[in-house]
């Protein structure tokens, strides 16, 4: 199994500002890596497929980046509404793995 | 637009099987393009796949779960299913579905259902 190790668990960071995630695979995943969004009392929200190509919908600031075992999600300038639960997740071997997390925290 | 929908007991007791079942509305699960699956979430914690099916009935589990899980596809009534025998606390997490592209290439869960919360207790 893949285990998929993300960084910082929480990430506090002022509105306006950058914030960069980063997600680390045990073996390589190729570009089958995706990020998705989670808000309190809701479902996981897809932002990332394909380690840097955006889903139907996500605005122009979330990008992805990486391949291998390394990759980065940036969100640019931060909005009130980003201020989530990020999770990463390989789908290039079954079992599809998860990270553990990294909470989006306000400064 | 595809939407998911689980459904199921809220309560299950110890030892006992728990069972859900998702209903697909707005597209086909008999599609040769998707895989449906099972995601699990405790309360506070992070997300664990469970197992896919396709709509042949070809299954994937989590090994880790592999002895206690059973998912099933019923196409006449665009559904699918999940059962986990021999529950405990540790199984107590909100259950949610999802579907996976597989064509043209292997893409990630999306959409999702909004998810069910499942509690184990006596």
């Known amino acids: 199994e893949i285990v998929m190790t993300q960084s910082p668990a929480t990430l506090s960071v002022s509105p306006g500002e950058r914030a960069t995630l980063s997600c680390r695979a045990s073996q390589s995943v190729s570009s089958n890596l995706a990020w998705y969004q989670q808000k309190p009392g809701q479902a996981p929200r897809l932002l990332i497929y394909g380690a840097s190509t955006r889903a139907t919908g996500i605005p122009a600031r979330f990008s992805g980046s990486g391949s291998g075992t390394e990759f980065t999600l940036t969100i640019s300038s931060l909005q009130s509404e980003d201020f989530a639960v990020y999770y990463c997740q390989q789908y290039n071997n079954w079992p599809g793995t998860f990270g553990q997390g990294t909470k989006l925290e306000i400064k | 637009q595809l939407q998911l929908q689980e459904s199921g007991p809220g309560l299950v007791k110890p030892s006992e099987t728990l069972s859900l079942t998702c209903t697909v509305s707005g597209g086909s699960i008999s599609s040769s393009s998707y895989y449906w699956g099972w995601i699990r979430q405790p309360p506070g914690k992070g997300l664990e796949w469970i197992g896919s099916i396709y709509y042949s009935g070809s299954t994937y589990y989590n090994p880790s779960l592999k002895s206690r899980v059973t998912i099933s596809v019923d196409t006449s009534k665009n559904q699918f299913s999940l059962k986990l025998s021999s529950v405990t606390a540790a199984d107590t997490a909100v259950y949610y579905c999802?579907?996976?592209?597989?064509?043209?290439?292997?893409?990630?869960?999306?959409?999702w259902g909004q998810g069910t919360l499942v509690t184990v207790s006596s």
């Open positions: 999802a579907r996976r592209s597989v064509v043209p290439a292997a893409m990630p869960f999306d959409p």
